[in-house]
T-cell receptor, first 113, second 115 residues
Framework: ETGVTQSPTHLIKTRGQQVTLRCSSQ?????VSWYQQALGQGPQFIFQ???????GRGNFPPRFSGLQFPNYSSELNVNALELDDSALYLC????????????FGQGTRLTVV | AQTVTQSQPEMSVQEAETVTLSCTYD???????LFWYKQPPSRQMILVIR??????QNATENRFSVNFQKAAKSFSLKISDSQLGDTAMYFC????????????FGGGTRLMVKP
């Protein structure tokens, strides 16, 4: 059973650019969610995908968008990067249903300069 | 909207001793789950313990136990026989029933276990 893997592990982008972060969910998991964790803070929920459809979104602007593919892997896209987008981006996957545990990846550290 | 508050930014404990981390939350819902996650320097969030709100009995997992006070909306974590490997950030988190992975996290407590 493979765990949740994220790529890349680190990334540096320039303000105004666009970035795509990737997440492979744990085998058999059909729900993926993304979190932004600023330095020294707790993770903030961005959005969640279930069976390729977004079914929950936190307080993030539309320039944060995502996709989920038929194999349940996922992408997080951020357009028009701002300095405040610098953070650790975490992906979590689970099997939809009651009493299921979310498993997290090790995150992508994004630095916007 | 739900909120989670951790009032202790940093704590330290001697190896083999006991430490308690505090967490309070706010919600108008009655059916939810509470969690404690550990985030070591490797950055990966690891589930430590979970509590279903409908259960009155406090959850325990080996050296980890919680004190769940539903009326007070309090959910503290007790770590017994602290070990050096317990050094990490600890996050309290909340999720509504049937909300998938839509967790609300607190700001975290940095725990240092000293030899």
């Amino acid at each position: 059973e493979t765990g949740v893997t994220q790529s890349p592990t680190h990334l540096i982008k320039t303000r105004g650019q666009q970035v795509t972060l990737r997440c492979s969910s744990q085998s058999g998991h059909n729900t993926v969610s993304w979190y932004q964790q600023a330095l020294g803070q707790g993770p903030q929920f961005i959005f969640q995908y279930y069976r390729e459809e977004e079914n929950g979104r936190g307080n993030f602007p539309p320039r944060f968008s995502g996709l989920q593919f038929p194999n349940y892997s996922s992408e997080l896209n951020v357009n028009a990067l701002e300095l405040d987008d610098s953070a650790l981006y975490l992906c979590a996957s689970s099997l939809a249903g009651v009493n299921t545990e979310a498993f997290f990846g090790q995150g992508t550290r994004l630095t916007v300069v | 909207a739900q909120t989670v508050t951790q009032s202790q930014p940093e704590m330290s404990v001697q190896e083999a001793e006991t430490v308690t981390l505090s967490c309070t939350y706010d919600t108008s819902e009655s059916n939810y789950y509470l969690f404690w996650y550990k985030q070591p320097p490797s950055r990966q969030m690891i589930l430590v313990i979970r509590q279903e709100a409908y259960k009155q009995q406090n959850a325990t997992e080996n050296r980890f136990s919680v004190n769940f006070q539903k009326a007070a909306k309090s959910f503290s974590l007790k770590i017994s026989d602290s070990q050096l490997g317990d050094t990490a950030m600890y996050f309290c988190a909340f999720i509504l029933h049937n909300a998938g992975n839509m967790l609300t996290f607190g700001g975290g407590t940095r725990l240092m276990v000293k030899p």
